[in-house]
């Protein structure tokens, strides 16, 4: 593989890393035997970055276990501050000294504000998170530092213009081009030096499964030898402001077909008609969508606090992806993204038709009937209550079980 340059760090990175949410388990714990034959194995292929973070399982005390001898240094470990349980700031100062004694070392390479957005990035500079980062610098416990970004895209630059920072992660692929920082946001973050790392370049896994029949069609009309993730995932490292993609990878299998796509797509190696074919499969999926939102964000904000574009997205995907179940894809998406289980609520259901929106959508789309069937799609009477209870309960009971797991 041929590493790409984080200008602002002079770290030479593969394209592809190695994200350790999604270890093979066993007993509710990362199966080490296992996992640990995966990392070496993608450590001797060529992968240098790995990507943990505080919140995943046991996950930071297995590579603490394993990163050890010669794997140590041929790594760079990427981790994250919890930002959801920070509520002062001696928090982030515990959960750092925490880390890294799982981690076993005495620097983390790459760490990151986990999971912001506005908001977020506000209530921890209260906490004084400025002076946290400069401190943990000063002291030598992180190297770079940098965050993971779940906001809108009118938030970005307000966050990006709110620290010297070094890196950020984004989600990113073909589908959602236009969603979260998009095409802009990369392009900014790029013009400063920073590294660029994706998350999501499968959407979840959902653009390497099941594609709607018009989609499957084009792809395999234009190479019957590509699978469907082999598509997406070239199509993100094709660009060459991405530093790298993370794959939550778990076979020995899978690690070979990634690094194999990896090597072979550096920057703009795809043919013209490679990227017309993406775009085309875009442009079916697209036009197949129940509401013609763009996800553009012009709507928004919402005086209600309504995530207008969130709440037309995951309305859409569940028809396109035919997502089915009580339990569904597009059901979790919305109790998380706009529910309220992991801030405040910006369900369709706070609409109250005040109609300030309508003006602003390019699309002319009627922003409140579309609201409606979303409400109608995915609330039900007591649905604050249940969120109120995962929030409540279901989260620090989990939390409690990470901890007990950890011991
Ligand atoms: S009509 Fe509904 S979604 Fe639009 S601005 Fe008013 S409250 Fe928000
Ligand atoms: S509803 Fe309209 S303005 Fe809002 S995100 Fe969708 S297309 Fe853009």
Redesign the pocket.
């Given at each position: 593989m041929q590493n790409r340059l984080i200008k602002k760090t002079g770290d030479e990175i593969s394209p592809l890393g190695f994200g350790a949410m999604r270890l093979p388990l066993k007993n509710g714990k990362v199966n080490r035997e296992l996992a640990k034959e995966q990392i070496y194995h993608a450590i001797d292929s060529g992968i240098n970055f790995i990507d943990t973070a505080y919140l995943y399982g046991d996950s930071e005390t297995f590579l603490g276990e394993v990163l050890q001898g010669e794997y140590k240094d041929k790594v760079k470990l990427c981790s994250k501050l919890p930002s959801i349980n920070v509520r002062k700031y001696e928090d982030m100062e515990k959960y750092l000294d925490e880390q890294l004694k799982r981690l076993q070392r005495d620097c983390i390479d790459y760490y990151l504000i986990h999971s912001i957005d506005l908001k977020t990035f506000n209530r921890l500079l209260k906490r004084d998170l400025l002076k946290f980062i400069s401190k943990a610098k000063e002291e030598g416990k992180i190297k770079h530092i940098g965050f993971s970004y779940h906001g809108p895209k009118d938030e970005f630059e307000t966050v990006l213009d709110g620290y010297d920072w070094d890196v950020v992660m984004i989600q990113y692929n073909y589908f959602d081009d236009n969603v979260q920082v998009g095409m802009e946001g990369i392009e900014r973050a790029a013009s400063r030096g920073m590294g660029i790392f994706v998350m999501e370049p499968l959407k979840g896994g959902i653009l390497a499964g099941k594609m709607p029949k018009e989609a499957e069609d084009i792809l395999r009309k234009a190479d019957a030898n590509k699978s469907n993730a082999q598509w997406a995932l070239e199509w993100v490292l094709n660009n060459g402001n991405i530093t790298c993609v993370l794959s939550g990878m778990n076979s020995i299998d899978q690690i070979d077909e990634n690094i194999e796509i990896a090597s072979k797509t550096t920057p703009l190696s795809l043919s013209f008609d490679e990227m017309e074919t993406i775009e085309y499969v875009k442009r079916v999926m697209r036009n197949s969508l129940k509401i013609n939102c763009s996800t553009c964000g012009y709507?928004?904000?919402?005086?209600?606090?309504?995530n207008?574009p969130t709440c037309m997205r995951i309305y859409n995907e569940k028809y396109l992806f035919e997502h089915k179940g009580l339990f569904n894809p597009s059901l979790i998406d919305y109790f998380q993204y706009v529910g309220g289980v992991m801030g405040n609520a910006s369900n369709?259901g706070?609409?109250?038709?005040?109609?300030?929106?309508?003006r602003k959508c390019p699309q002319k789309l009627d922003?409140?009937s579309e609201?409606e069937k979303v409400k109608k799609e995915f609330e039900f009477p007591g649905m604050d209550y249940v969120l109120l209870f995962i929030r409540k309960v279901g989260f620090p009971v989990y939390k409690y079980l990470v901890k007990l797991l950890n011991r």
């Open positions: 709507c928004v904000p919402c005086p209600q606090g309504v207008i369709a706070l609409c109250n038709g005040c109609g300030k929106c309508l922003i409140i609201l």
